[in-house]
């Protein structure tokens, strides 16, 4: 949390910031205490924007208090159905953590979900473990009245600690290599393409090249290819989420990915997000026509832009509710699917292209630290 004037002019114009606009939003599970109207100052929290006065962050546990809240009901009356094991802790939400039997029960949740909440796209994340966020149990305890609460992190990869990249520069630096490889994966298709579907693709980009479609499209190739990006990766896909879930990714000395199935599967979940439209966009709205398959393709690929401002957790205001994942679960699994989320440069010519930039030194110190990120993945 950090102090904040109440004339400050990020204040005027939240939007520009990704501050939320209203002050002293409080739980209903708030503690029964009251705030001064007139205090001099705010505090904002830097994770979902959000702005309280002094006095109301400090008595009323604003997010809701924890041990008080019922959990998030995310499918109506299916919600008492099935085993909640455990929770997490989002503003105003408690999230719970589903024990299931088997993948059948879990896509059973799913389709709950996804019944009940039909203006909203519902999307997975499989991680293999938890991270939270970092704050002091002083100021847990003061949100949640917990000071023990467990909150998830969903930071961008730019937002991350070992990570501080100028957002606009990395905005810059994704629409720039956008540009050379829609042109790059343009000469090869010229060659490859009966004149027809050419014309369809070179229209189809220059369409791209001259919208905010370009940024878009940066994005997402940035978000899958190992670039740092403002975006969360998503799918829409149950059987890519519980792959990710399932096996641990570690990084060699060449920045490369080794796949390896997890030996704990005890923090593996499947999180499921409650997505409003404007806030995510699928891959297949942002590439040209007859433009190659790739990466984002084979796993199915959502992107939330959601990494930025004063929210950077802002993925977490989505969060529906989580399903653990067992090494039985994902004993359904062919391995030869898990290597088709991660085609090799001879199967997919955007990896090749960015591996070439990869191996060039003449770049500014800036951008060879940005993509020397880019990475192949080894099974």
């Known amino acids: 949390m950090v102090n904040i004037k109440r004339n400050d002019l990020k204040l005027s114009y939240p939007s520009i910031y990704n501050i939320r606009p209203d002050i002293n939003e409080i739980s209903i599970y708030h503690c029964k205490d009251f705030f001064e109207k007139d205090e001099e100052d705010y505090v904002l929290d830097e994770y979902y924007g959000t702005v309280f006065s002094a006095s109301a962050y400090e008595r009323m546990c604003p997010y809701g208090i924890s041990s008080e809240m019922l959990y998030y009901d995310c499918m109506g009356k299916y919600h008492d159905y099935y085993e909640v094991v455990d929770y997490l802790r989002v503003p105003y939400r408690k999230i719970p953590i589903y024990e299931v039997a088997d993948n059948n029960q879990a896509k059973q949740i799913i389709q709950h979900v996804t019944d009940y909440n039909r203006d909203y796209n519902i999307l997975f994340r499989g991680q293999g473990t938890y991270y939270t966020i970092n704050r002091s149990p002083e100021e847990r305890d003061l949100l949640y009245g917990e000071s023990k609460a467990k909150e998830p992190s969903f930071l961008s990869s730019h937002c991350r600690p070992n990570i501080n990249l100028d957002e606009k520069f990395l905005q810059s630096l994704w629409n720039w290599q956008g540009r050379m490889l829609l042109n790059d994966i343009g000469v090869d298709l010229y060659n490859e393409l009966p004149n027809t579907e ?48 399932s096996n641990k990714f570690t990084y060699d000395s060449n920045n490369n990915l080794n796949v390896k199935l997890l030996d704990d599967f005890s923090k593996s979940m499947i999180y499921v997000f409650k997505c409003p439209r404007n806030v995510v966009f699928p891959y297949s709205y942002t590439k040209p026509k007859n433009f190659p398959k790739c990466r984002p393709d084979c796993q199915h690929a959502w992107f939330g832009h959601v990494g930025w401002g004063f929210a950077k957790n802002q993925m977490g205001m989505h969060l529906a509710c989580c399903i653990k994942v067992t090494k039985e679960m994902y004993a359904s699994i062919d391995q030869n699917y898990l290597k088709s989320l991660f085609p090799s440069s001879k199967d997919d010519p955007v990896l090749e292209h960015f591996l070439k930039i990869k191996r060039k030194s003449f770049y500014d110190p800036a951008v060879i630290n940005v993509v020397n990120r880019i990475y192949d993945v080894i099974f």
Do not use: N, W
């Open 198 to 245: 050419y014309m369809d693709y070179f229209h189809s980009k220059q369409e791209i090249e001259g919208t905010f479609k370009l940024s878009l499209f940066s994005l997402g190739m940035a978000q899958h290819y190992g670039m740092p990006s403002v975006g969360l990766d998503l799918t829409d896909d149950y059987r890519t989420a519980l792959c990710f879930a």
